[in-house]
């Protein structure tokens, strides 16, 4: 047990300190990953090992256990074993035991007298022993002693077993009184109000302080009745639960309850859990952000900020129930919002270090000792040197054996984390160059922002794995970008809820501009709109015009992509419409189906038409699914249609709700592509 907390507080240490230092210096979701290190040192009972690199050959504090087996019964065959102080036998049975060996020859009696200097020691440097020790005068003397010491030490741990059990009755009480308590509240007080992507029901749930995915075996989203979001925003609060489930933090909030139930007295369990617990909520925004567009980073980060002002729970009791939330305390916050505006970039040499600590911490903290005898009964020196003789290469070849294959699992399941996070360094292309980029009109797009280059993000009307790409201009262009943006200063004003956008009536022109680590919305007429965080006033807003700088990002993004605006009223006369789909509906099959019935042709001109503008853009799975529509006069329009249960599209980039007098139910569009297996 205490090397279990030893060893269990060093590898909680190691992964608090790599949690700090890795803070904007690897991706967020990786950093979470690493936790379940914790995790199975704390739960899972590994079959134990010798290594070298354990720190258990270092740091192995001497006990009463220790003492008593460099005492008087180590040398005598058929007496207490090692192990005495945990599977020790009774009193009665230990004496037993010392007298069918004392009728040993005379060398038995002399190595017991030999080794009487050396039990004095040892007896006088233990912290549990009475300084007032006399000294034995017989073997029987010292072994009574011993038993004394042995019986005594039996009732401390016995004491201590029952106050252990005491704390995890009590701790884990508390989890679970509060964890039931909150779920039958939120029983008699919600309100169905639907479903989210066909899997989680939506609740409402007046006097609810932060929206949250709470249950275990059938979590559910539940949002306060009074919630001050719109729809964009609610949006956005449902895709940030939809990927706690999707990451199973719900599972994870449990595992770190469990923890700190059975670790209740290690101040160092609870760090780790509220740690873990924060990078539980960076990892979340990651994945939130892959679903709604980076696009819209700034967008999220105001929600976020929204929901901690109405948080009415301080962040350290969120470990105590099973449930997750959108908002955190304000410090944490802050936290998130810096990472939402400058991205973790993951390099492949950070990933190495990283890997080679944690394959090291494993070895120093899941094995054992390598020289740890206890457990076996010790025999004269003549008979260990023949047993270690005869065993010493085959334990060798074990511990080898065993500690190659676990690290090597560990590494093949970092590499694989490689593979999918890092990217590919290259000195002719830019640096974000990855397998996660796409080709759009023979021009490459990519997935990350190259630094000191004006990027241009666009999302293209066809099916991708994203929903935005970087182009990067190169060249002269790149150069022209960058001293038109150099003429760009922020004019930086209190933000009261997009004040300089509200009653300008201004259109987005469907692509956004990257530069210096800030994000710049382009309007119609030249209008380059950005926010940040101002640790006075809060968030706060700037829009300036630079007419020649936006003509020419359009001139290169209309002569290089073919990526215009286009006027939706121009939708008429259509002869077929084509559905290519690729998303979680499909179970991630492509799946492709042409409609050419007229009447339901005529229902989409009604609907795509006249749809309504949406101002701040979309998040709802639009890179999943594209509609081409082909009109009677040979023109082809395609728009990025919703996948979840928005009834929304994009083209290339500008946004626009089809149904907006219907609630959030696109299945009346979806029903008419009835050769598509859809996995509702």
């Known amino acids: 047990m205490l090397d279990q907390i030893i060893t269990s507080t060093i590898l909680i240490l190691f992964l608090l300190l790599l949690s700090v230092f890795l803070e904007k210096r690897i991706h967020p979701c990786l950093k979470y990953a690493l936790w379940l290190l914790a995790v199975i040192k704390l739960l899972i009972p590994l079959p134990d090992f010798e290594t070298q690199m354990s720190v258990l050959n270092v740091i192995h504090p001497e006990s009463a256990q220790h003492w008593f087996l460099d ?51 040892a007896f006088h ?27 005594f030490f039996q009732k401390i741990t016995d004491i201590l077993t029952v106050l252990w059990i005491c704390g995890i009755l009590v701790c884990g009480g508390i989890f679970l009184w509060s964890s039931l308590q909150f779920q039958r509240w939120l029983r008699h007080n919600r309100i169905f109000t639907g479903t989210y992507m066909d899997r989680l029901s939506i609740y409402e749930v007046p006097g609810l302080g932060t929206p949250c995915l709470a249950g275990v075996f059938a979590p559910a989203i539940y949002v306060g009745k009074e919630h001050p979001f719109d729809n964009v925003q609610l949006s956005y609060i449902l895709a940030h639960e939809y990927t706690h489930f999707r990451h199973r933090d719900h599972i994870w909030a449990a595992a770190r309850c ?80 810096k990472l939402l505006k400058n991205k973790p970039r993951t390099r492949r040499i950070t990933l190495a270090v990283t890997l080679v600590l944690c394959c090291g911490i494993i070895g120093c903290t899941y094995g054992s000792a390598a020289n740890d005898n206890r457990g076996s009964t010790q025999v004269s020196p003549e008979l260990t040197d023949t047993v270690q003789a005869n065993t010493q290469k085959t334990e060798s070849e074990s511990r080898n054996e065993l500690q190659t294959e676990i690290q090597s699992e560990f590494k093949n399941t970092i590499e694989s984390e490689i593979d999918m996070k890092t990217e590919t360094e290259n000195e002719d292309e830019p640096e974000s160059a990855s397998p996660e980029s796409m080709v759009y009109q023979n021009i490459t797009l990519y997935r990350a922002p190259e630094p000191d280059h004006v990027c241009i993000i666009v999302q293209p009307s066809v099916v991708r794995d994203y929903l935005d790409y970087y182009y990067i201009p190169s060249g002269s262009a790149q150069d022209q970008l960058q001293s038109l943006m150099a003429d760009t200063e922020p004019d930086w004003q209190k933000n009261e809820d997009h004040s300089v956008i509200a009653g300008k009536n201004l259109k987005e022109t469907g692509y956004q501009l990257y530069y210096e680590d800030r994000i710049y919305m382009v309007f119609e007429g030249g209008y380059l709109y ?88 979309s998040g709802c799975g639009n890179e999943n699914a594209c509609l081409e529509l082909t009109l009677s006069d040979g023109n082809v329009i395609r728009l990025s249609m919703a996948t979840d249960s928005c009834s929304n599209f994009g083209v290339n980039g500008v946004y626009y709700d089809y149904r907006p007098n219907a609630s959030w139910d696109n299945t009346s569009f979806y029903h008419f592509f009835d050769e598509i297996p859809w996995d509702a």
């Not at 002399?110 to 004095?120: I, P, R």
């Not at 000294?135 to 072994?143: K, R």
């Not at 929204?306 to 099973?322: D, E, H, V």
Request: proline share 3%; net charge negative; charged share 20%.
């Open 125 to 151: 440097e233990n912290a549990f022993q009475d300084t007032s020790i006399q000294e034995s005068t017989s073997p029987a003397a010292s072994f009574q002693e011993a038993s004394s010491q042995v019986v």
């Open 258 to 337: 469990i923890c700190v139930s059975l670790y209740w007295y290690n101040p160092f369990v609870w760090l780790a859990a509220r740690r873990s617990a924060s990078d539980g909520e960076l990892a979340c925004d990651t994945g939130t952000l892959k679903q709604i567009g980076e696009a819209n980073r700034i967008s999220y980060a105001k929600t976020l900020i929204l929901a901690a002002k109405n948080l009415s729970q301080p962040a350290n009791t969120r470990i105590s129930g099973y449930r997750t939330g959108a908002a955190g305390g304000m410090k944490e916050m802050k936290r998130r919002i």
């Open 71 to 121: 005492n008087g019964s180590a040398s005598l065959p058929g007496t207490l074993p090692e192990t005495a102080p945990e599977h020790s036998d009774s009193a009665a049975a230990d004496a037993s035991a010392f007298q069918q060996n004392s009728g040993q020859n005379a060398s038995l009696q002399e190595n017991v007298l030999q080794e009487k200097a050396f039990s004095e020691n």
């Open 530 to 617: 950005t926010t940040d965080v101002d640790e006075e006033r809060g968030v706060v807003e700037s829009l300036v015009r630079n007419e020649a700088l936006c003509d020419l990002v359009q001139q290169l993004l209309s002569e290089n992509l073919g990526y215009e605006p286009v006027d939706i009223t121009q939708i008429h006369d259509i002869v077929s419409a084509k559905l290519d789909v690729c998303s979680i509906f499909t179970d991630w099959e492509f799946y492709s189906q042409t409609i050419t019935d007229q009447d339901t042709l005529a229902l989409f001109e009604e609907w795509f038409r006249s749809a309504r503008y949406i101002l701040w853009g």
